[in-house]
């Protein structure tokens, strides 16, 4: 009669530690799904080329600031990021009214501490296509505080679109965050 064992080679069992390796590829396919994971983000861009991407948290507001060039007052327009890839232009902030400004009323305007707001735009964008002004100072705002001076990306009259981009978390970690 002869013995049936499950030893292979030198005595050593083929599945020695199962557990470990269940284990091993439950963490192992929890960091594939963190690492695939979507992170969203800012591209600022010109002829078509990526200058930089700025990652932010998705549903944050971003707010591009100018100076007026006929009222040489600051503007703020306010838009959110949506999960559909679109900006919102949900508000728009200026200290004057002058040529160029907002006359027409689209939503609530209000005046609060001297500045006109016209909120309630939602009008949707897939882009923000902008020439960089020599007097505007055109920067771009984010959420958390980051400044972005457009001009410090693209001579003054370039063409920059900025788009919000989908990317994973793999990815994001090689673009590096502008402090």
């Known amino acids: ?17 199962p557990t470990l390796l269940i284990f091993s590829g439950f963490i192992l396919s929890l960091l594939l799904t963190y690492l695939a994971w979507p992170v969203y983000g ?5 002829n078509h080329v990526a200058l930089k991407t700025f990652i932010i948290p998705c549903d944050s507001e971003i707010y591009i600031d100018y100076t007026h060039s006929v009222e040489k007052t600051s503007v703020r327009d306010v838009f959110e990021i ?7 232009l ?7 009214f002058g040529a160029g400004l907002p006359t027409d009323n689209f ?12 909120s309630g735009i939602n009008q949707e964008l897939s882009n923000i296509s ?7 100072n055109h920067s771009l ?9 457009l001009k410090d990306y693209a001579e003054g009259g370039s063409l920059v679109i900025i788009k919000p981009v989908k990317t994973t978390r793999f990815q994001a970690f090689f673009i590096q965050k502008e402090d």
């Open 42 to 46: 800012i591209e600022i861009s010109t």
């Open 82 to 88: 949506g999960r559909n890839h679109h900006f919102l």
């Open 90 to 96: 949900i508000r728009t902030e200026y200290s004057s």
């Open 141 to 149: 705002v984010l959420e958390d505080g980051r400044h972005i001076y």
């Open 130 to 136: 902008l020439r960089v002004g020599r007097i505007a």
């Open 107 to 118: 939503g609530e305007f209000k005046v609060v501490d001297g500045i006109f707001i016209n």
């Open 1 to 17: 009669m002869k013995l049936l064992t499950n030893q292979v080679g030198n005595g050593y069992r083929r599945f020695r530690y």
